[in-house]
């Protein structure tokens, strides 16, 4: 048998073959890494058309001086829900599978998160679920490793990386594919967005308080639009890029203070990569998120149910384990302060892993010695 002679098929990669060199079947997350000679295509009508949305966005910025107060009101109102559609929607319930909505929640989320425009539902979950588990690779499809502009606006902007196309054909989305409403959105979904993202926005402050078309075109649509999606991108970008790792530093995402405040508690980002099931995205409750805080409201009233939220002695391990060392209670200042942290629990993952409501955030603390 000569050597080249095996029962195992070789890949043959021809010189035109460019996808074969980033052929990523069977492979694992950590053995895709980043390809920094890797060279994008750049979709010229996706560049330039958002180079159109921001000057008209930029525009309605202009116009919030000369126009009736409530058209301002209106577009913040409209960024607020818009995101608790994207935060609570699309990130926590849908892409995490973190609680389950009754359907009158659901419908309206899906109304919400077409008003924020970021594509139907199950592409938005898709690319948000191989963000997860390709993270900062080239299989993901803002993979931060490549700068902030790119995992911020630039992903979107160029062909996607062979990795991304071919690894998405993975994603597992059989449970989107059983909800109707889902379906429904991604079937309509250009119809669906005139209505919720563009002639409803744009008609109510004409209808109601006599606001020029002009002001509410540029405010109600494009200013507002823009808005909302630097606020969303902000989680791709900088809440993998400026901050912390208290729970696992061998994770790129960070817990990064700025974000969690412009995004409604999404900037809690090295915790909620490491356990991207709870549906507090961070280790701390309402008090510390604005999309925490509605889930909680929504549960309460009984539009949310089965909430899932980590064990406290499973964040501890973690923490311990594969900490930087920051995190307030466990990390290196906090242990030089106040001596050892007494460390005996064992982790359970079975208790309260699905469903525990308990509020960790009052919890009491032992110090030894
Ligand atoms: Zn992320
Ligand atoms: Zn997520």
């Known amino acids: 048998m000569t050597p080249g002679n095996t029962s195992i098929p070789q890949r043959v990669i021809s010189k035109g073959d460019k996808c074969s060199n980033y052929d990523t079947h069977l492979k694992l997350p950590s053995q895709i890494g980043t390809d920094y000679g890797f060279k994008r295509k750049i979709v010229w009508f996706n560049a330039l058309g958002f180079v159109a949305l921001h000057l008209a966005a930029l525009y309605g910025y202009y116009l919030c001086l000369h126009a009736r107060f409530f058209t301002v009101v209106w577009m913040l109102a409209l960024v607020l829900v818009s995101g608790l559609g994207v935060t609570i929607g699309a990130h926590r319930m849908y892409s995490h599978k973190a609680f389950k909505g009754a359907w009158p929640l659901r419908l309206a989320l899906i109304m919400l998160h077409t008003l924020a425009g970021q594509n139907c539902m199950y592409i938005w979950v898709r690319d948000h679920r191989q963000h997860h588990k390709y993270s900062d690779t080239d299989a993901d499809p803002h993979n931060a490793n490549r700068g902030f502009f790119f995992s911020h606006i630039g992903w979107l902007m160029c062909k996607k990386h062979p990795a991304v196309i071919s690894k998405g054909k993975t994603i597992d989305l059989s449970d989107l594919e059983a909800d109707s409403l889902v379906m429904f959105q991604k079937t309509f979904y250009k119809s669906l967005y005139a209505i919720f993202a563009m002639a409803l926005p744009i008609a109510a402050p004409i209808y109601f308080w006599n606001e020029t078309y002009l002001n509410s075109l540029f405010i109600s649509?494009?200013?507002?639009?823009?808005?909302?999606?630097?606020?969303?991108?902000?989680?791709?970008?900088?809440?993998h890029l400026y901050g912390t790792r208290p729970y696992d530093e061998t994770l790129k995402p960070v817990e990064c203070y700025l974000i969690k405040w412009i995004s409604a508690g999404e900037g809690w980002h090295n915790y909620h990569h490491a356990f991207p099931w709870d549906y507090r995205a961070a280790e701390f409750g309402s008090h510390y998120s604005l999309t925490t805080f509605v889930i909680n409201i929504l549960a309460a009233v009984g539009l949310a149910y089965d909430l899932k939220v980590a064990p406290y002695t499973m964040v501890q391990h973690r923490t311990l384990?594969?900490?930087d060392g920051t995190h307030h209670i466990f990390g290196k200042e906090a242990q030089i302060t106040h001596g050892d942290i007494p460390y005996t629990q064992t982790p359970d993952v079975d208790e309260g892993y699905f469903g525990d409501l308990k509020d960790n955030s009052n919890r009491s603390l032992t110090i030894k010695g």
């Open 221 to 239: 649509y494009f200013a507002r639009y823009i808005m909302v999606l630097h606020f969303t991108w902000l989680v791709n970008s900088a809440a």
């Open 321 to 323: 384990r594969a900490g």
